[in-house]
């Protein structure tokens, strides 16, 4: 059983940073971060699979950074310039496809979700 738990989330200004950690547990390929806002759907912010190879939203590209320690297991998502339309709750997700992209579908785990809430 694959157990994902992330913490990192908070409040912060505009133009803020947070980094986001999740700590995970079994050995999946690809592994991921998406966000949900209150009343939409859920989208993917960053992924990294197993070569390394990471997709980035537009919406985030030069802002956030996705890595992963290998070593202990940790998956994060570094969030520099944060904006308000950044506010939601962040959910780290792991796949068993080989390229599983941003597609939530493709996740077959997933934590219990941070929330970041940034103020303008």
């Known amino acids: 059983q694959v157990q994902l738990v992330e913490s990192g989330g908070g409040s912060v200004q505009a133009g803020g940073s947070l980094r986001l950690s999740c700590a995970v547990s079994?050995?999946?390929?690809?592994m991921a971060w998406f966000l949900q806002a209150p009343g939409k759907e859920r989208e993917g912010v960053a992924a990294i699979d197993r070569d390394g190879k990471i997709n980035y939203a537009d919406s985030v590209k030069g802002r956030f950074t996705i890595s992963q320690d290998n070593t202990s297991n940790t998956l994060y998502l570094q969030m520099n310039s944060l904006k308000p339309e950044d506010t939601a709750m962040y959910y780290c997700?792991?796949?068993?496809?080989?390229?599983?992209?941003?597609?939530?579908?493709?996740?077959?785990?997933w934590g219990q979700g941070t929330q970041v809430t940034v103020s303008s």
């Open positions: 997700a792991s796949s068993f496809w080989f390229e599983a992209g941003l597609v939530p579908d493709r996740y077959n785990y």
């Open positions: 079994g050995d999946m390929w690809c």
